[in-house]
């Protein structure tokens, strides 16, 4: 596609109950990077794919956190036994080549833990 | 610990007056900085980056500053306009080392009519 599409863009969910966001990058972009941002707060670093590599974990914030990327392109971030905490923005972005060149961002998933 | 910091959560400025916003970082490792705009709803879109072997780098009303001694950075706009009200983050990366940005906190930028 044109962009980085994130699915979906709003979700509201029970406390405890797990969520799984979606996010398909721009075609043929090899880095995948997950943010969030939390009322207030910067765009939190989470999580980072590039190829084939393993991916840098070294931001996702506790062991509920965890993501995949299937076939080098769509990823999933999926969150176990949500807390009210995790009500944020999560921002997935792409860049073609390892690094800092080129990011971009998809409009995000504002998810509500009620 | 914040290695990214902008201490103005928001900043006021008259319609084609110059916007300056901030930033200080404390990462020595960082040598590539960059800054993104965010509008509500929407995620954030690149405005503009510096590598640490300049000191400055235009592009149009746009303009990055760069004092390493300082570890500060700051972002010029001149003149301002409507279409520039949004939030501003500053961004940083180790590029070679560690290849992810890490952002600030963002100050959102009001122009005044």
């Known amino acids: 596609g044109a962009g980085v599409s994130q699915s979906p863009s709003n979700k509201v969910t029970e406390k405890g109950k797990d969520v799984e966001l979606r996010c398909d990058p721009i075609?043929?972009?090899?880095?995948l990077y997950w943010y969030r941002q939390s009322l207030g707060q910067g765009l939190e670093f989470l999580i980072y794919?590039?190829?084939?590599?393993?991916?840098?974990k070294s931001g996702l914030p506790s062991d509920r956190f965890s993501a995949e990327r299937t076939g080098g392109s769509v990823s999933t971030l999926t969150i176990q036994r949500t807390q009210q905490e995790d009500s944020a923005v999560y921002l997935c972005?792409?860049?073609?080549?390892?690094?800092?060149?080129?990011?971009?961002f998809g409009s995000g998933t504002r998810l509500t833990v009620v | 610990d914040q290695q990214v910091k902008q201490n103005s959560p928001s900043l006021s400025v008259q319609e084609g007056r110059i916007s300056i916003l901030n930033c200080d970082y404390t990462?020595?490792?960082?040598?590539?900085f960059l800054w993104y705009k965010k509008y509500p709803a929407e995620g954030p879109t690149f405005l503009i980056s510096?590598?640490?072997?300049?000191d400055k780098n235009e592009d149009g009303r746009f303009t990055v500053f760069l004092n390493k001694s300082a570890k500060h950075l700051s972002l010029h706009i001149v003149p301002s306009q409507p279409g520039d009200s949004a939030v501003y983050f500053c961004?940083?990366?180790?590029?070679?080392?560690?290849?992810?940005?890490?952002f600030g906190k963002g100050t959102r930028l009001h122009i005044l009519p």
């Open positions: 972005a792409s860049s073609p080549i390892r690094g800092t060149y080129g990011y971009t």
């Open positions: 961004a940083a990366s180790a590029n070679g080392r560690d290849d992810k940005i890490i």
């Open positions: 794919f590039q190829g084939n590599s393993a991916p840098d």
């Open positions: 990462n020595s490792m960082f040598d590539y």
């Open positions: 510096i590598s640490s072997i300049k």
């Open positions: 075609s043929g972009h090899t880095a």
